[in-house]
């Protein structure tokens, strides 16, 4: 039983480098998810655009906007322009 009890007594340091070795790991593995788990939610959903690209889009739905004839007084034209901003926004060809 002296042996087995001094082979279990000298195994104790490295049962706490295990156990720290391990964590270690395991922090590891968590910040990587976390990471690309807050990259996967944070990216944006529609293409990205330069100020150029944007100016050209903005200028195309003024355009067209403009130049509809419209007879009544009422007619809601910026929520026209926002919404064909959106929509040209959405489509990446549409600017080559």
């Known amino acids: 039983?002296?042996?087995i009890d001094h082979f279990?007594?000298?195994l104790y340091p490295f049962t706490g480098a295990f156990v720290v070795?391990?964590?270690?790991?395991?922090?590891?593995i968590?910040?990587?998810i976390f990471i690309e788990?807050?990259?996967?939610?944070t990216r944006p959903r529609y293409p990205v655009?330069?100020?150029?690209?944007?100016?050209?889009?903005?200028?195309e739905a003024r355009e067209f906007v403009h130049s509809k004839h419209r007879p009544w007084d009422y007619d809601d034209?910026?929520?026209?322009?926002?919404?064909?901003?959106?929509?040209?926004?959405?489509?990446?060809?549409?600017?080559?």
């Open 1 to 3: 039983m002296g042996d």
């Open 8 to 10: 279990l007594n000298s």
């Open 21 to 28: 070795f391990s964590l270690l790991v395991l922090w590891s």
């Open 30 to 32: 968590c910040k990587y």
């Open 37 to 41: 788990i807050k990259e996967y939610l």
């Open 49 to 59: 655009y330069s100020q150029e690209e944007l100016e050209v889009i903005y200028d």
């Open 77 to 96: 034209g910026f929520a026209e322009y926002l919404w064909i901003v959106h929509e040209l926004g959405k489509d990446r060809n549409y600017l080559k």
